[in-house]
Structure formats: C-alpha cells, structure tokens
C-alpha cells in the first residue's frame, strides 16, 4: 500500500474485554514495529518482527499483551483483559530492515478503556 | 543494551532564536541515527538521519551531526519559526539478531512563541 495502515483508529473498550489492533505496513517492507504512547510521553517500545519472526519481545509490558504476524504482511497486536492503565495511543511502523533506512510510521490507534 | 537519552522538554522558543536539542545514545558498534518529528494532530515522519560518524543530516533548516566520540547526535536550528513547534524524537537503528531494531529516546516538545 501507499503508506502504513492501522486500524482502527479509534477504540473504546469495557475494562477486561480483549481488543485486536491491526496494522497493514507497506509493502515489501520486511520489518514491522508497535509502539506504545501514552499522553503527552515518549514511544515505548513494544515488539518488532522481521518476517514473520518477533526477536525481541522484551517490551511487552505483560502476559496480556502478545503479536503476530503473517506472511510477512500484517500484524495483529492482542490486549487481553484490558485495564484502564492500557489507555493510550498503539503506534506501528514498517521499514524495509535495513540498518540505515527510515521506519514509515501509521497513524496509530487511539485506545481508551472504560 | 541500546538507548538514547534526549533532554527533557518542554521547550520554550521566540521565534528567529537558535535551538539545540540534545541527544545521547548507547549502542555498541556503528547504529544509524534518525530525528523524527510529530507535528500537532499528525503522525511520525522522518525529519532527518546520518548514518556514520562525522555525517551531517540535514532538512528543513534542521541539522543534527553523528558524533562517535561523545556518542551525540543533537538536533539544531539556527533561526525557528512557529511551524516547527512539535515533538522531536532522536533515534537509533541497530542490528539485532539480524535485524534492524529501531530505539527512540523519550521525546522533546518544543513550542514557539510570535
């Protein structure tokens, strides 16, 4: 596609209810990264694939938080059980994996739980 | 393991002054290092990037050059406009586990006055 695509771009969501975040990268790029940013801080990194492969998960921030990846293309992001400290926008971002190549970012989804 | 530190925000400008915003990084080896800009409402987007040590990156009348001996790579402007009021978030790119993992520092908000 022309840019990356998240989806959707805004979700409200009951506390423990589990929610799905999408996110389409360009295409061909083979790298795929999730951010986390709550209001007004930084980007907290979250996890990245190469492929199809995650290897580095060490930012999930708990056993409810897990990603996948399928052929090479999109990615879902999982929360289980939501709580209301996941209240924040969910970045995503493809490269084509190359060490000096710029990461194309999505618009993010914006999720807030009630 | 990698990171970058940024200073803390927020920043305060007039506009025509100088800017500095200091970034630092660890990474063992030779990481690729990136500015990112988010504007009010938008998303991520490159702002500029430098690849080796002593490269200058340069647009939009920004600057940031890669320093490998004090491991820094702080972003300037000499003369800001109301325009570039924004986040800014430095960034490095390094090999892991044979791919690219991308680290942001915390964010700068920089706000300019008329």
């Known amino acids: 596609g022309a840019g990356v695509s998240q989806s959707p771009s805004n979700k409200v969501t009951e506390k423990g209810k589990d929610v799905e975040l999408r996110c389409d990268p360009i295409?061909?790029?083979?790298?795929l990264y999730w951010y986390r940013q709550r209001l007004g801080q930084g980007l907290e990194f979250l996890i990245y694939?190469?492929?199809?492969?995650?290897?580095?998960k060490s930012g999930l921030p708990s056993d409810r938080f897990s990603a996948e990846r399928t052929g090479e293309s999109v990615s879902t992001l999982t929360i289980q059980r939501t709580q209301q400290e996941d209240s924040a926008v969910y970045l995503c971002?493809?490269?084509?994996?190359?060490?000096?190549?710029?990461?194309?970012f999505g618009q993010g989804t914006r999720l807030t739980v009630v | 393991g990698n990171s970058v530190t940024q200073m803390e925000g927020p920043v305060t400008l007039s506009e025509e002054a100088f800017l500095t915003i200091n970034c630092t990084y660890t990474?063992?080896?030779?990481?690729?290092l990136f500015w990112y800009v988010q504007y009010p409402g938008e998303g991520l987007q490159l702002l500029l990037k430098?690849?080796?040590?002593?490269d200058k990156g340069s647009n939009k009348g920004f600057e940031a050059t890669y320093r490998k001996e004090t491991t820094s790579f702080h972003l300037e402007k000499g003369s800001v406009q109301v325009s570039d009021s924004a986040v800014y978030f430095c960034?490095?790119?390094?090999?892991?586990?044979?791919?690219?993992?991308?680290?942001f520092g915390q964010g700068t908000r920089l706000t300019i006055n008329p």
């Open positions: 971002a493809s490269s084509s994996g190359a060490w000096n190549t710029e990461a194309f």
């Open positions: 295409s061909g790029h083979t790298a």
């Open positions: 694939f190469q492929g199809n492969s995650a290897p580095d």
């Open positions: 990474a063992t080896g030779y990481p690729s």
């Open positions: 430098a690849t080796k040590a002593d």
């Open positions: 960034a490095l790119s390094k090999l892991f586990q044979g791919a690219q993992k991308l680290v």
